[in-house]
Protein backbone atom coordinates (compact mmCIF):
# COMPACT_ATOMS: atom_id res chain seq x y z
CA UNK A 1 0.00 0.00 0.00
CA UNK A 2 1.15 3.55 -0.98
CA UNK A 3 1.17 5.84 1.97
CA UNK A 4 -1.21 8.61 1.33
CA UNK A 5 0.40 11.91 0.59
CA UNK A 6 -0.23 15.12 2.48
CA UNK A 7 0.50 16.70 -1.85
CA UNK A 8 -1.57 16.65 -4.41
CA UNK A 9 -0.90 17.95 -8.22
CA UNK A 10 -3.68 19.29 -10.95
CA UNK A 11 -2.61 18.77 -14.36
CA UNK A 12 -4.58 20.62 -16.21
CA UNK A 13 -5.62 19.55 -19.72
CA UNK A 14 -8.73 21.11 -20.74
CA UNK A 15 -7.39 23.62 -22.96
CA UNK A 16 -8.67 23.77 -26.56
CA UNK A 17 -5.33 24.32 -27.97
CA UNK A 18 -6.38 27.01 -30.52
CA UNK A 19 -2.98 28.62 -31.07
CA UNK A 20 -1.45 25.44 -31.63
CA UNK A 21 -3.82 25.16 -33.85
CA UNK A 22 -3.27 20.82 -34.13
CA UNK A 23 -6.92 19.81 -34.65
CA UNK A 24 -6.92 18.45 -31.42
CA UNK A 25 -6.86 19.48 -27.73
CA UNK A 26 -3.71 20.37 -26.68
CA UNK A 27 -2.62 17.90 -24.02
CA UNK A 28 -3.22 15.05 -27.05
CA UNK A 29 -0.76 16.70 -29.31
CA UNK A 30 2.07 14.36 -29.80
CA UNK A 31 5.50 15.76 -29.00
CA UNK A 32 7.45 12.72 -30.15
CA UNK A 33 5.79 9.13 -30.07
CA UNK A 34 3.89 10.45 -26.66
CA UNK A 35 1.71 13.36 -25.90
CA UNK A 36 2.33 16.41 -24.23
CA UNK A 37 -0.05 15.06 -21.24
CA UNK A 38 2.10 11.64 -21.09
CA UNK A 39 5.54 13.49 -21.24
CA UNK A 40 3.71 16.18 -18.22
CA UNK A 41 2.70 13.36 -16.14
CA UNK A 42 6.43 11.50 -16.42
CA UNK A 43 7.53 14.86 -14.71
CA UNK A 44 4.84 14.39 -12.50
CA UNK A 45 5.85 11.14 -11.52
CA UNK A 46 8.66 11.33 -11.42
CA UNK A 47 8.51 13.81 -8.23
CA UNK A 48 7.75 12.70 -4.47
CA UNK A 49 4.69 10.86 -4.56
CA UNK A 50 1.41 13.03 -4.73
CA UNK A 51 -1.89 12.80 -5.66
CA UNK A 52 -2.60 13.22 -9.00
CA UNK A 53 -5.66 14.63 -10.54
CA UNK A 54 -5.86 14.91 -14.34
CA UNK A 55 -8.32 17.40 -15.61
CA UNK A 56 -8.95 16.66 -18.78
CA UNK A 57 -11.39 18.14 -21.79
CA UNK A 58 -15.02 16.64 -21.67
CA UNK A 59 -14.60 13.78 -24.05
CA UNK A 60 -11.35 12.98 -23.90
CA UNK A 61 -11.93 11.55 -20.53
CA UNK A 62 -10.78 7.99 -21.97
CA UNK A 63 -7.45 9.43 -23.56
CA UNK A 64 -6.40 11.05 -20.15
CA UNK A 65 -6.77 8.18 -18.52
CA UNK A 66 -4.75 5.84 -21.22
CA UNK A 67 -2.21 8.44 -20.51
CA UNK A 68 -2.24 8.78 -16.81
CA UNK A 69 -1.76 4.93 -16.87
CA UNK A 70 1.43 4.80 -18.90
CA UNK A 71 3.04 7.55 -17.01
CA UNK A 72 1.69 6.15 -13.35
CA UNK A 73 3.19 3.01 -13.53
CA UNK A 74 3.02 1.20 -9.88
CA UNK A 75 1.66 4.61 -8.84
CA UNK A 76 -1.80 4.55 -10.10
CA UNK A 77 -3.54 4.39 -7.36
CA UNK A 78 -2.04 7.68 -6.62
CA UNK A 79 -4.24 9.14 -9.97
CA UNK A 80 -7.85 10.18 -11.41
CA UNK A 81 -9.23 12.02 -14.20
CA UNK A 82 -11.63 14.42 -13.52
CA UNK A 83 -13.74 16.52 -16.34
CA UNK A 84 -12.63 20.46 -16.89
CA UNK A 85 -15.00 23.76 -16.98
CA UNK A 86 -15.08 25.81 -19.89
CA UNK A 87 -12.38 27.81 -18.00
CA UNK A 88 -9.19 27.53 -17.13
CA UNK A 89 -10.36 28.54 -13.46
CA UNK A 90 -13.86 26.12 -13.49
CA UNK A 91 -11.56 23.33 -14.63
CA UNK A 92 -9.28 23.96 -11.30
CA UNK A 93 -11.80 24.35 -9.42
CA UNK A 94 -13.67 20.87 -10.92
CA UNK A 95 -10.07 19.23 -9.77
CA UNK A 96 -10.19 20.59 -6.28
CA UNK A 97 -13.20 19.30 -5.77
CA UNK A 98 -11.68 15.70 -6.14
CA UNK A 99 -8.80 16.36 -3.53
CA UNK A 100 -8.56 13.37 -0.59
CA UNK A 101 -8.94 14.71 2.70
CA UNK A 102 -5.57 14.06 3.83
CA UNK A 103 -3.98 16.27 1.31
CA UNK A 104 -2.81 20.42 2.61
CA UNK A 105 -1.12 21.69 0.14
CA UNK A 106 -1.89 21.53 -3.63
CA UNK A 107 0.34 22.45 -6.98
CA UNK A 108 -1.12 23.51 -10.16
CA UNK A 109 0.18 22.29 -12.78
CA UNK A 110 -0.24 22.89 -16.47
CA UNK A 111 -0.10 19.89 -19.26
CA UNK A 112 1.24 22.70 -21.77
CA UNK A 113 4.59 22.97 -20.11
CA UNK A 114 5.29 19.37 -20.34
CA UNK A 115 9.08 19.36 -19.93
CA UNK A 116 8.84 20.74 -16.28
CA UNK A 117 11.62 18.88 -14.66
CA UNK A 118 10.84 16.80 -11.49
CA UNK A 119 13.12 18.79 -9.28
CA UNK A 120 10.83 22.42 -9.85
CA UNK A 121 7.50 20.49 -8.82
CA UNK A 122 9.37 18.90 -5.57
CA UNK A 123 10.75 22.43 -4.86
CA UNK A 124 7.73 24.77 -5.31
CA UNK A 125 6.22 21.51 -2.66
CA UNK A 126 8.89 21.76 -0.48
CA UNK A 127 8.25 25.43 -0.62
CA UNK A 128 4.79 25.87 0.14
CA UNK A 129 3.93 26.41 4.17
CA UNK A 130 0.81 27.24 5.94
CA UNK A 131 -0.14 31.12 4.19
CA UNK A 132 2.38 31.72 1.13
CA UNK A 133 1.62 30.71 -1.87
CA UNK A 134 4.16 29.32 -4.45
CA UNK A 135 5.21 30.16 -8.33
CA UNK A 136 8.56 29.35 -10.01
CA UNK A 137 9.83 31.93 -12.38
CA UNK A 138 12.72 33.36 -14.91
CA UNK A 139 13.97 36.78 -14.67
CA UNK A 140 12.95 38.94 -17.67
CA UNK A 141 15.67 38.73 -20.74
CA UNK A 142 14.39 40.52 -22.99
CA UNK A 143 14.50 44.10 -23.16
CA UNK A 144 10.90 45.39 -22.91
CA UNK A 145 9.03 48.88 -24.17
CA UNK A 146 5.90 50.35 -23.04
CA UNK A 147 4.07 51.17 -26.88
CA UNK A 148 0.77 52.96 -27.58
CA UNK A 149 0.08 51.01 -30.84
CA UNK A 150 3.43 51.52 -32.88
CA UNK A 151 5.11 54.07 -30.60
CA UNK A 152 7.57 53.67 -28.52
CA UNK A 153 6.72 55.41 -25.09
CA UNK A 154 8.87 54.56 -22.32
CA UNK A 155 11.85 51.44 -21.40
CA UNK A 156 10.51 49.44 -18.95
CA UNK A 157 12.57 48.16 -15.73
CA UNK A 158 12.78 44.28 -16.32
CA UNK A 159 14.64 43.41 -12.93
CA UNK A 160 10.94 44.22 -11.74
CA UNK A 161 9.56 41.49 -13.65
CA UNK A 162 9.25 37.81 -13.93
CA UNK A 163 7.97 35.09 -15.92
CA UNK A 164 5.93 32.91 -14.03
CA UNK A 165 5.52 29.21 -14.72
CA UNK A 166 4.16 26.01 -13.04
CA UNK A 167 3.75 24.05 -11.07
CA UNK A 168 2.49 26.78 -8.59
CA UNK A 169 1.54 25.58 -5.08
CA UNK A 170 -0.94 26.58 -2.10
CA UNK A 171 -1.86 25.53 0.73
CA UNK A 172 -5.10 23.87 0.54
CA UNK A 173 -7.67 25.77 2.74
CA UNK A 174 -6.56 28.82 1.69
CA UNK A 175 -6.33 28.15 -2.47
CA UNK A 176 -9.80 26.50 -1.99
CA UNK A 177 -11.69 29.57 -0.12
CA UNK A 178 -9.76 31.80 -2.65
CA UNK A 179 -11.51 29.66 -5.09
CA UNK A 180 -14.64 30.30 -3.82
CA UNK A 181 -14.35 34.39 -3.63
CA UNK A 182 -13.57 34.24 -7.17
CA UNK A 183 -16.65 32.13 -7.92
CA UNK A 184 -18.69 34.76 -5.93
CA UNK A 185 -16.99 37.58 -7.70
CA UNK A 186 -17.21 36.48 -11.18
CA UNK A 187 -13.82 37.39 -11.81
CA UNK A 188 -11.24 35.38 -14.14
CA UNK A 189 -7.91 35.53 -12.97
CA UNK A 190 -4.96 34.91 -15.85
CA UNK A 191 -3.13 32.04 -13.36
CA UNK A 192 -3.45 30.92 -9.38
CA UNK A 193 -1.17 33.01 -8.37
CA UNK A 194 -2.96 36.87 -9.26
CA UNK A 195 -6.46 34.64 -7.72
CA UNK A 196 -4.73 34.04 -4.83
CA UNK A 197 -3.07 37.09 -3.80
CA UNK A 198 -6.57 38.58 -4.79
CA UNK A 199 -7.58 36.92 -1.70
CA UNK A 200 -5.00 39.24 0.52
CA UNK A 201 -2.30 35.97 0.40
CA UNK A 202 1.13 36.80 0.19
CA UNK A 203 2.76 34.93 -2.81
CA UNK A 204 6.39 34.35 -3.05
CA UNK A 205 8.62 32.67 -6.12
CA UNK A 206 11.38 30.33 -6.25
CA UNK A 207 13.92 29.76 -9.46
CA UNK A 208 12.02 28.66 -12.28
CA UNK A 209 13.50 26.03 -15.46
CA UNK A 210 14.20 27.11 -18.78
CA UNK A 211 12.55 23.65 -19.81
CA UNK A 212 9.30 24.58 -18.00
CA UNK A 213 8.18 26.66 -20.93
CA UNK A 214 4.47 26.76 -22.38
CA UNK A 215 3.88 24.90 -25.32
CA UNK A 216 1.62 27.21 -27.13
CA UNK A 217 2.63 27.74 -30.97
CA UNK A 218 3.69 25.42 -33.38
CA UNK A 219 7.32 27.02 -33.08
CA UNK A 220 7.09 25.83 -29.29
CA UNK A 221 6.28 22.21 -30.26
CA UNK A 222 9.15 22.05 -32.61
CA UNK A 223 11.63 23.30 -29.46
CA UNK A 224 10.08 20.50 -27.70
CA UNK A 225 10.78 18.06 -29.85
CA UNK A 226 14.70 19.44 -30.42
CA UNK A 227 14.85 19.14 -26.65
CA UNK A 228 13.83 15.53 -25.82
CA UNK A 229 16.36 14.13 -29.06
CA UNK A 230 19.11 16.14 -27.44
CA UNK A 231 18.85 14.10 -24.22
CA UNK A 232 16.99 11.39 -25.46
CA UNK A 233 13.40 10.51 -24.46
CA UNK A 234 12.64 7.79 -22.16
CA UNK A 235 12.62 4.76 -22.99
CA UNK A 236 8.91 2.99 -22.47
CA UNK A 237 8.09 -0.55 -22.99
CA UNK A 238 5.12 0.83 -25.32
CA UNK A 239 7.05 3.02 -27.20
CA UNK A 240 10.74 2.92 -27.75
CA UNK A 241 12.35 7.09 -27.95
CA UNK A 242 14.53 8.27 -30.89
CA UNK A 243 17.64 7.62 -29.18
CA UNK A 244 16.36 3.76 -28.24
CA UNK A 245 18.73 2.01 -31.43
CA UNK A 246 22.44 3.37 -31.13
CA UNK A 247 24.51 3.70 -34.47
CA UNK A 248 26.46 0.62 -35.25
CA UNK A 249 29.79 0.57 -36.72
CA UNK A 250 28.46 0.09 -40.56
CA UNK A 251 25.62 1.09 -43.09
CA UNK A 252 22.03 -0.21 -42.59
CA UNK A 253 18.97 -0.89 -44.47
CA UNK A 254 15.76 -0.48 -44.47
CA UNK A 255 12.60 -1.88 -46.22
CA UNK A 256 9.30 0.02 -46.27
CA UNK A 257 6.07 -0.36 -47.39
CA UNK A 258 2.90 1.05 -48.49
CA UNK A 259 -0.56 1.15 -49.83
CA UNK A 260 -3.44 3.81 -50.45
CA UNK A 261 -6.77 3.21 -52.49
CA UNK A 262 -8.21 5.81 -54.32
CA UNK A 263 -11.31 7.86 -53.26
CA UNK A 264 -9.67 10.96 -51.22
CA UNK A 265 -10.75 14.44 -51.46
CA UNK A 266 -8.80 16.99 -53.39
CA UNK A 267 -5.96 16.67 -55.96
CA UNK A 268 -3.64 13.61 -56.15
CA UNK A 269 -0.28 14.06 -54.29
CA UNK A 270 2.39 11.17 -55.17
CA UNK A 271 6.26 11.36 -55.00
CA UNK A 272 6.02 14.71 -53.37
CA UNK A 273 4.13 16.48 -56.37
CA UNK A 274 0.60 17.19 -57.14
CA UNK A 275 -0.84 15.43 -60.16
CA UNK A 276 -4.20 17.64 -61.51
CA UNK A 277 -6.87 15.37 -63.26
CA UNK A 278 -5.99 12.26 -61.23
CA UNK A 279 -8.22 11.15 -58.56
CA UNK A 280 -6.80 11.53 -54.67
CA UNK A 281 -5.67 8.73 -52.59
CA UNK A 282 -7.36 8.89 -49.58
CA UNK A 283 -4.52 8.70 -46.01
CA UNK A 284 -4.37 10.66 -43.03
CA UNK A 285 -2.17 12.96 -44.43
CA UNK A 286 -2.25 13.64 -48.52
CA UNK A 287 -1.99 9.97 -49.16
CA UNK A 288 1.81 9.71 -50.81
CA UNK A 289 2.03 6.10 -50.61
CA UNK A 290 6.00 6.71 -52.29
CA UNK A 291 6.54 9.70 -49.23
CA UNK A 292 5.60 7.30 -46.40
CA UNK A 293 7.04 4.09 -47.83
CA UNK A 294 10.50 6.12 -47.80
CA UNK A 295 9.62 7.23 -44.44
CA UNK A 296 9.61 3.42 -43.13
CA UNK A 297 12.52 2.49 -44.75
CA UNK A 298 14.40 5.04 -43.09
CA UNK A 299 12.94 4.50 -39.84
CA UNK A 300 13.14 0.68 -40.17
CA UNK A 301 16.79 1.36 -41.11
CA UNK A 302 17.74 3.12 -37.92
CA UNK A 303 15.17 0.87 -35.61
CA UNK A 304 13.12 3.96 -34.44
CA UNK A 305 9.74 2.77 -35.10
CA UNK A 306 7.28 3.01 -38.27
CA UNK A 307 5.28 6.19 -39.37
CA UNK A 308 2.11 5.51 -37.51
CA UNK A 309 4.57 5.91 -34.13
CA UNK A 310 5.75 9.35 -35.79
CA UNK A 311 3.34 10.67 -37.57
CA UNK A 312 0.07 8.48 -37.15
CA UNK A 313 -3.54 9.88 -35.53
CA UNK A 314 -1.97 10.49 -32.79
CA UNK A 315 -0.29 13.39 -34.18
CA UNK A 316 -3.06 15.61 -35.98
CA UNK A 317 -0.37 18.54 -36.32
CA UNK A 318 0.73 16.00 -39.76
CA UNK A 319 -3.12 15.78 -41.05
CA UNK A 320 -2.98 16.80 -44.93
CA UNK A 321 0.87 17.35 -44.83
CA UNK A 322 3.03 16.95 -47.73
CA UNK A 323 6.27 14.64 -48.80
CA UNK A 324 8.28 17.52 -47.68
CA UNK A 325 7.29 17.76 -44.55
CA UNK A 326 7.50 14.10 -44.11
CA UNK A 327 11.09 13.15 -45.36
CA UNK A 328 12.11 16.42 -43.86
CA UNK A 329 11.18 15.46 -40.40
CA UNK A 330 12.40 11.65 -41.04
CA UNK A 331 15.80 13.01 -41.54
CA UNK A 332 15.71 15.23 -38.48
CA UNK A 333 14.95 11.91 -36.20
CA UNK A 334 17.72 10.04 -37.90
CA UNK A 335 20.26 13.03 -37.69
CA UNK A 336 19.01 13.29 -33.81
CA UNK A 337 19.75 9.25 -33.46
CA UNK A 338 22.95 10.00 -35.64
CA UNK A 339 22.71 8.51 -38.57
CA UNK A 340 23.00 9.91 -42.31
CA UNK A 341 21.01 9.13 -45.62
CA UNK A 342 23.15 7.54 -48.02
CA UNK A 343 20.75 6.45 -50.59
CA UNK A 344 16.85 5.43 -51.18
CA UNK A 345 15.31 3.39 -54.33
CA UNK A 346 11.95 2.90 -54.25
CA UNK A 347 9.43 1.36 -56.72
CA UNK A 348 5.59 2.62 -57.34
CA UNK A 349 3.18 -0.06 -58.67
CA UNK A 350 -0.29 1.24 -60.23
CA UNK A 351 -1.92 1.66 -63.90
CA UNK A 352 -1.77 5.55 -63.02
CA UNK A 353 -0.96 7.85 -63.20
CA UNK A 354 1.36 7.79 -65.86
CA UNK A 355 5.01 8.22 -64.17
CA UNK A 356 7.90 7.94 -66.38
CA UNK A 357 7.30 11.77 -67.62
CA UNK A 358 7.62 13.70 -64.26
CA UNK A 359 10.25 10.61 -62.68
CA UNK A 360 12.86 13.23 -62.62
CA UNK A 361 11.28 16.03 -61.05
CA UNK A 362 9.99 13.53 -58.45
CA UNK A 363 13.06 12.31 -57.76
CA UNK A 364 14.80 16.08 -57.53
CA UNK A 365 11.67 16.80 -55.32
CA UNK A 366 12.34 13.88 -52.64
CA UNK A 367 16.31 14.37 -52.85
CA UNK A 368 15.87 18.09 -51.62
CA UNK A 369 13.68 16.80 -48.86
CA UNK A 370 16.00 14.43 -47.44
CA UNK A 371 18.76 17.24 -47.96
CA UNK A 372 20.38 15.97 -50.68
CA UNK A 373 20.62 12.21 -50.85
CA UNK A 374 20.30 10.29 -54.21
CA UNK A 375 17.11 8.94 -54.39
CA UNK A 376 15.70 6.29 -57.31
CA UNK A 377 12.19 5.87 -58.44
CA UNK A 378 10.76 3.58 -60.76
CA UNK A 379 7.28 2.40 -61.92
CA UNK A 380 5.51 -0.65 -63.16
CA UNK A 381 1.66 -1.22 -64.04
CA UNK A 382 1.81 -5.18 -62.94
CA UNK A 383 0.35 -6.00 -66.28
CA UNK A 384 -2.86 -5.52 -65.07
CA UNK A 385 -2.57 -7.79 -62.34
CA UNK A 386 -3.90 -7.05 -58.56
CA UNK A 387 -5.60 -3.92 -57.15
CA UNK A 388 -3.18 -1.67 -58.40
CA UNK A 389 -3.39 -3.43 -61.71
CA UNK A 390 -6.90 -2.53 -61.32
CA UNK A 391 -6.63 1.08 -60.89
CA UNK A 392 -8.74 0.51 -57.62
CA UNK A 393 -5.05 2.17 -55.60
CA UNK A 394 -1.11 2.41 -55.73
CA UNK A 395 1.03 0.23 -53.67
CA UNK A 396 5.13 1.13 -52.90
CA UNK A 397 7.85 -0.48 -51.77
CA UNK A 398 11.15 1.32 -50.99
CA UNK A 399 14.68 0.59 -49.47
CA UNK A 400 16.91 3.06 -47.59
CA UNK A 401 20.51 2.50 -46.72
CA UNK A 402 21.71 4.86 -43.89
CA UNK A 403 25.17 4.82 -42.12
CA UNK A 404 26.02 6.31 -38.40
CA UNK A 405 27.61 9.95 -38.60
Not at 338 to 356: D, E, H, K, L, Y
Request: glycine letters at 12%.
Amino acid sequence: MLPVPDTAILVVAAGSGTRLDAGAPKAFVGIDTHTILRHALEGVFAAAPAQVIVVAPAGFEGDAETELRAAAGDRIELGRVVTGGDTRQRSVAAGLEALWGDVTRVLVHDAARALTPPEVIDAVAAAVDGETGIIPALPVVDTLKLVDGDAIIAPVDRAELAAAQTPQGFPRALLEAAYAAAAASGIDYTDDAALFAAAGHLVRRIPGSARSFKITTPDDLERARHLLAAVGAVPSAAAPSVRSSGPSAGPRVGLGTDVHAFGGEGALWLAGLEWPGEPALSGHSDGDAVAHAIVDALLGAAGLGDIGEHFGTAHPEYAGAHAEVFLARTREILAEAGFAIGNVSAQFQSNRPRFSGRRAEAERVLSDALGGAPVAITATTTDGLGFPGRGEGVAVTAVAMIHPV
